[in-house]
């Protein structure tokens, strides 16, 4: 099984800069029989006299809502987009359905519905 980037949307809203490291955000947005549709977004750090600190261990598992170093980032995203992928059969490029373990794994980064 082999992902094809089927479509890839971004927009941006507001510049970032060096040294500034934005953070990023993903979020899957719809599981299909052999798609996923993703959003993505960076946050730019809020302006302070230092950079935040942030080192490979927090990247590890990703930050949840509510982690304290969010609180070292805007609100607002300085870019936003979207991402389909579509998995297939390597020898015939054809859509083959997604392995149970993977789907059980995106259903959990599926984001929860507008309220």
């Known amino acids: 099984m082999v992902g094809f980037m089927a ?3 971004c927009t941006f809203h507001t510049p970032v ?5 934005p953070v990023a955000a993903l979020a899957v947005e719809k599981v299909g029989r052999s798609s996923v549709h993703y959003r993505l977004a960076l946050f730019p750090p809020k302006p302070t006299r230092e950079t935040p600190s942030v080192d490979h261990w927090d990247l590890s598992d990703g930050f949840f809502f509510g982690h304290p170093k969010l609180a070292h980032f805007a ?3 300085c870019t936003t987009g979207s991402s389909v992928h579509v998995f297939v059969n390597p020898a015939t490029s ?9 789907r059980r794994g995106l259903l959990r980064l599926m984001s929860p519905a507008p309220g």
């Open 75 to 77: 609100a607002l995203a």
């Open 94 to 102: 054809k859509p083959v359905g997604l392995p149970k373990d993977f």
């Open 17 to 21: 800069s060096f040294p500034q490291i």
């Open 7 to 9: 479509t890839n949307q």
